[in-house]
């Protein structure tokens, strides 16, 4: 306290004024406390909450901190006790809300601010998660071993929704190129095949029937042609011709 009167003094002098709402141990000192006395972090996130005591200048030995935390909000992961400056453990268990520590200290007495132990905690709900401690917990006087009347101060946890993720964009599926249709070129038409020539067509007279040239044959001519030629006497002219 008097190391707080004379920093404030020297800055007091140097015209420096500082507003800083000082930590109930800080004037009601000793005390035992959470640290950090308040965070904020997110749904799922894990935080580190430290057990600690300060005795100012009261030499103490041993402590008890029963921590009470919201089990709703909270998942207790591990007491870790490794960097504890209390070497002894007396007692250290675990119920649903609740965390009992118990630990004393061999040799030199201890003085100031120590840590006993490092508690973790997942957040499983968003809002405030509120940490205290216990009825029991207490900070003894390593000569009278009677508690030094250490305030209890608790802490508080803010808890905010975690960040959406975002939706991976799906990658754009392959589209097949279409199968090229082979063109189908027509098949070339075939050529009608050529009529053997018949001849020049002559026209017989009177019976107007259609005869040609005798390549093909007396046979071809018409039965009444061939009456009407006989009687007409052309029938030799006509074989004549050919």
Do not use: C
Not at 101 to 118: C, E, M, V
Not at 123 to 135: C, P, Q, V
Not at 186 to 205: F, R
């Amino acid at each position: 306290m008097k190391r707080i009167n004379k920093i404030n003094g020297l800055m007091l002098a140097a015209g420096v004024v500082t507003l800083v709402a000082a930590p109930a141990w800080a004037v009601n000192a000793p005390a035992l406390y959470l640290a950090p006395t308040a965070t904020t972090i997110t749904k799922g996130q894990t935080v580190v909450v430290q057990v600690r005591e300060d005795s100012g200048h009261d030499m103490i030995n041993a402590v008890q901190a029963n921590v009470v935390y919201d089990a709703d909000d909270l998942s207790l992961s591990s007491v870790d006790v490794e960097a504890s400056a209390f070497n002894i453990a007396a007692e250290q268990t675990t119920a649903t809300g609740l965390v009992r520590i118990a630990r004393g200290k061999t040799g030199a007495p201890l003085t100031g601010s120590q840590t006993i132990a490092k508690l973790t905690f997942t957040a499983k709900n968003t809002g405030s998660a509120d940490l205290s401690f216990g009825e029991g917990s207490v900070v003894v006087n390593s000569q009278s071993n009677e508690s030094i009347g250490a305030a209890l101060v608790p802490t508080s946890l803010t808890i905010n929704p975690a960040a959406a993720t975002p939706s991976a964009t799906p990658a754009p599926s392959h589209t097949p190129s279409p199968t090229a249709t082979p063109s189908v070129k027509p098949s070339a038409s075939p050529s009608a095949s050529p009529k053997p020539s018949t001849g020049d067509p002559q026209t017989l007279p009177e019976t107007g029937a259609v005869v040609f040239s005798s390549t093909i044959g007396l046979g071809a001519i018409g039965y009444g042609a061939h009456e009407w030629l006989r009687s007409r006497g052309h029938l030799k002219n006509f074989l004549r011709k050919g």
